[in-house]
């Protein structure tokens, strides 16, 4: 399946314009790899939240 959502949902100018097949493919390759990254930074984010608490509780015990 090429498009992760139903074409109602698509923006209007994917929907205007025809996308070659190759494009759609590459389109959803990086949505992929933008889903991967976000993933990560938000594993980052967290980690370093996580420290930053363990960091205060060391100094305030």
Known sequence: M???RPFAVL???MKR???EVADAKRLQALETENAK???MLAEQ???VATLKEMK???YCA
């Open 45 to 47: 984010m967290m980690n």
């Open 17 to 19: 314009e025809r996308l």
């Open 37 to 39: 990254l976000k993933k």
């Open 11 to 13: 923006p209007g100018w």
């Open 2 to 4: 090429i498009w992760a």
């Open 56 to 58: 205060a509780r060391h």
